[in-house]
């Protein structure tokens, strides 16, 4: 049986290269799915035909989603922007959405899928960018709503997490609730009912360094592949 593919925005453009840690086309081969790197680009009729070829779409980490897609000025220093990333991004949403097949943000992706669906975002928060670095280290809990997909998938109401964001969910975009949230408040990851959308649901943590050492984040990827090739299955 084919695998499912998975496309997988990139993080940066730098001259002639694409850039994507390696860690997110691990994550998607060591839980069954075939990952894609995808290239920004601005032709329509080509973001509708990737969308067709692809099974599940990806959204990870990177720079900032530029503040004008939620109706607000830059206001912090730290503010990095790609508007090729974002237009890229955003009309490629814009095309997959409607076609009900699954989508999984991480960190970057979580905030830009809230944005997509009309969300806005806390632009700098302090202290929420762990140092040192090793990716696979968890520095905080969060909390898991109790009726909500994320902890029927992880098993658990209470998660430890890596922390690599100075961003964050401030209000929801249409439909979407919250799923984990730390003790002080700070949105950690979103999803839209079932009713809504057979799969869609982000976090903003970075499950793809540490989900061989957690089963309940392992079971994240688990989810998102299996909801992927239930989809391929549902339209054969």
């Known amino acids: 049986m084919r ?5 997988i925005a990139t993080a940066a453009v730098k001259e002639l290269n694409i850039s994507i840690r390696a860690a997110y086309l ?8 075939i990952p ?11 973001i509708a035909d990737l969308c067709d070829s692809l099974d599940g779409l990806l959204f990870s980490g990177g720079v900032d989603v530029d503040p004008v897609h939620y109706g607000e000025t830059v206001n912090h220093p730290t503010v990095e922007i790609n508007p090729v990333r974002d237009a890229f991004e955003l009309a490629l949403f814009a095309a997959f959405f409607p076609t009900g097949k699954p989508i999984f943000g991480i960190c970057r992706g979580v905030q830009l899928m809230n944005v997509a ?56 975009g249409q439909g979407a609730s919250i799923s984990a949230i730390t ?7 979103i999803e839209l009912p079932e009713t ?6 982000g976090v903003q943590w970075h ?17 998102f592949i299996h909801a992927c090739a239930q989809r391929m299955d549902n339209e054969k």
């Open 183 to 189: 003790e002080d408040g700070v949105i950690e990851g």
């Open 26 to 33: 691990n994550a998607v081969l060591d839980h069954g799915g």
């Open 117 to 172: 669906l009309g969300g806005s975002l806390v632009q700098h928060m302090e202290g929420h960018r762990q140092t040192p670095v090793p990716r696979d280290t968890t520095t905080h809990e969060v909390l898991l709503a109790d009726d909500s997909r994320l902890a029927r998938i992880c098993g658990c109401n209470r998660l430890s997490v890596n922390s690599f964001h100075h961003q964050a969910v401030k209000h929801l």
């Open 3 to 7: 695998r499912p593919v998975i496309g």
């Open 196 to 201: 809504e959308h057979p799969f869609f649901l």
């Open 36 to 46: 894609c790197a995808l290239p920004p680009m601005d032709d329509p009729a080509r």
């Open 207 to 223: 499950p793809e360094h540490f989900y061989q050492s957690s089963p309940p984040i392992s079971a994240l990827f688990s989810s």
